[in-house]
């Protein structure tokens, strides 16, 4: 009975499935071709359509199914980006048939797939590599910074702590710090003044580097000789073939471009930039500024004795004019009586690193020079100042990691050589004239190490001695992480400075000349200044796309060269006051990267001031509090908006007087204005309260990509409003010569701040 059972099922089976069979030595075999080229179509997949058997082409385009039971079949051959095929085929009860198919191509219409990279922002780029509450930024989330109308790296730095004057950029201003106490070095090679002014804030080229950051707690900020922060820009690595990218807006225009040299891995990258705040300007109208300003770089490096080296050279000139009388009428030609504004700074540098036996070892080697001139019109009469700063450096170091922590020195040999003159019209000898020679030497270094298994503790030293003595800087950090996502961090640092600056900070005549009048430690009456910090910092990271962090901290500094107590001029005619600092503040700052939009936001209170024998005031930086924020985000995947918004509360400011016409630069007015010679003589300094400073900007990108030859291109247009909500905002107070009341001088007007195209292939 069971027997009879089993022979039914197998009847029922084989009526059921025609292909089924107890032993069938047939089989079907063949090649599949593309029916245009005749070449062979790996991958094809071959099936008998009336049975569960299909199998694939191999490597060589041949398939084989064996196991066929005899009789008609249907066969279908397929395979993407081809038009199936199917046939019947007899198959015989014992041997091979051997069918070769060719298949026609027939393209596949896909449905589009967008694809959006996420939009990175400063604090969540993904490849941090400084500890909060330093900050740094990728060259991609300085473009993405929504409170930029062009890429500008100094103000992607801002927020916070970090405080940068309103449309008068005059330098960084870092937990209450002057501009003088911040350092500038590209790849480790110090630079002087690197700013423009009349809408350029920064001196860099965006498209040469590929990170900003900013060190203002680090070990490595002792070793720097300035008290408040350290910026730091690293220029892009060569690429393997040519590159350029550049820009031409109506504030600029800029072309970068990299590529190998050679085939023995060496390469270069060279930068061009000049402004163009002026193009547009009114040749009638004397109010408008006279602006020259270009900047460049160039870097060549190659292999060399087992490690890399690298040669650097960068330029950066300005040279500005403005009209001693506001409202002039008269032409800019016709007019012999302008203010002269000029600053050029050189830096030529060599780099040599390599890893030794488990130990990253560097030397540099730099020269520096920077000068500033200017012709003013003073109350005493037209003074000519010019002032010169020299460098030269060595430097060597070593950084070795271990199991147990990380070990790093350094070796600093430097020679700082100074001069400053002022001299008038009216008088035969100079109204001042210094001059200092400060060679310095620093020997410093850091080690770091696990005290616990969640406890990483930092102990830093440096040791410099000049021609006044000997000058200790101690640091130590400590950072306990709980979580994986969160860490609290508590850091002490002292630091010394050896060249401060002879420009006075409370002078509007800053927004068109911000450049620091150096002398060095040593010359009459210049001490070395010194600065202490405290503070400890909370940072919360649960995602790469995520970052909130906040910091409290206090700082207290004296030696302090202040111009402003003794002097109303922009810069010091001979009087000048030795004082003291404080700040203290706390600091919030948020980031957030998605794929269709990048968030940042910050906060900063601070309480700032300055003292001297003679007077206590709160510097023009120090507003009480900052909020700045922003949303980039991506309309479409070629379309970009951003909103940026800033607000400041508690600003400053000290009553000039001699009249004044300032306008930031904008297209509505076809260029920058400034004209008169403002001082505040008799003024107290500080004592004016400005109104709260509002602003809201909108920006637009459209970008294209296409391909030229071989190339892939990328065009873009662009252009920001600033000041959507109309606010007249207020920069200072000026009193006009009859002892009338104050007039406010209001800044930028809600206008187009720049259009432009920029490209990359």
Known sequence: MQRLLSVAILLLAGVTHPCSTLASPASITGLVRDAETAGLLPGSVVAVADCARATATDSTGRYLLGDVAPGSHKVTVRRIGYAPRSFEALVPEAGSLEINVALTPEPIRMAAQEVRAPVLVRGADGGETRSFPDRESSMTAVRNHPLSSEPDVLPALGGGEVVLDPESPSGMHVRGGSADQTAYRLDGIPLLNPYHAAG??????PDALSQIALESTAPALASSHVLAGAVDATTRA?????????SVSTTQARVTLDGPLGAGGAGYVVSLRTGLQDALAPQDEASYIDNRTADGLAKIEAPAWGGRLSVLGYDNGNELGSAIAANSEETRDADP??????????????????????????????????????????LVGRLDMTAVRRDRGLVAGAER??????????????????????????????????????????????????AAPDIDLTLSAA????????????????????????????????????????????SVVGTMFPVDLYIGAGAPRVPVARSDLGLIAAEYHPRTSLRCGIQAYARAADGLVLVAPRESEPFSTGQFAIGFGTARGIAADVALSA??????????????????AETSYIPQHGARHLVEGGVTALVTPSLSARVGAMAALGRRTTTAAGGLEW????????????AGHPHYDGAALGAARLPLYTRVDLGVRKHWQLEIGARDVQLAVFGTVTNLLGRKNTMTYVRDGMGGDPVAIEMRPPSPLVVGLDWRF
């Open 337 to 378: 009586g302008r203010n002269a504004f000029a600053w050029h700074s050189r830096s030529l540098g060599a780099a040599w690193s390599r890893a030794f036996m488990g130990t990253a070892v560097h030397v540099r080697g730099y020269a520096v020079t920077g000068d500033a001139e200017a012709s003013w019109a003073a």
């Open 595 to 612: 794929a269709r939009y990048g968030i940042v936001l910050s906060y900063g209170y601070q309480e700032v001031r300055l003292a001297s």
């Open 663 to 674: 306008e930031a630069c904008n297209l509505l007015d076809f260029g920058c204005e400034f």
């Open 238 to 246: 060569p690429g393997a073939q040519f590159r350029t990218q550049g």
């Open 200 to 205: 350029m804030a920064s001196a860099l080229n």
């Open 401 to 450: 990691a271990s199991t147990w922590g990380t070990t790093a020195g350094e070796v600093r040999i430097e020679s700082i050589s100074t001069s400053y003159r002022v001299a008038s019209d009216s008088t035969a000898a100079p109204v001042l004239q210094m001059a200092a020679s400060t060679p310095v030497a620093t020997l410093s270094g850091w080690q770091s190490f696990a």
């Open 463 to 506: 040791l410099a001695t000049t021609r006044g003595g000997w000058h200790a800087s101690p640091g130590a950090e400590i950072r306990w992480r709980p979580r994986s996502t969160f860490t609290l961090t508590g850091r002490y640092a002292r630091a010394h400075q050896f060249a401060q600056s002879l420009r006075n900070t409370e």
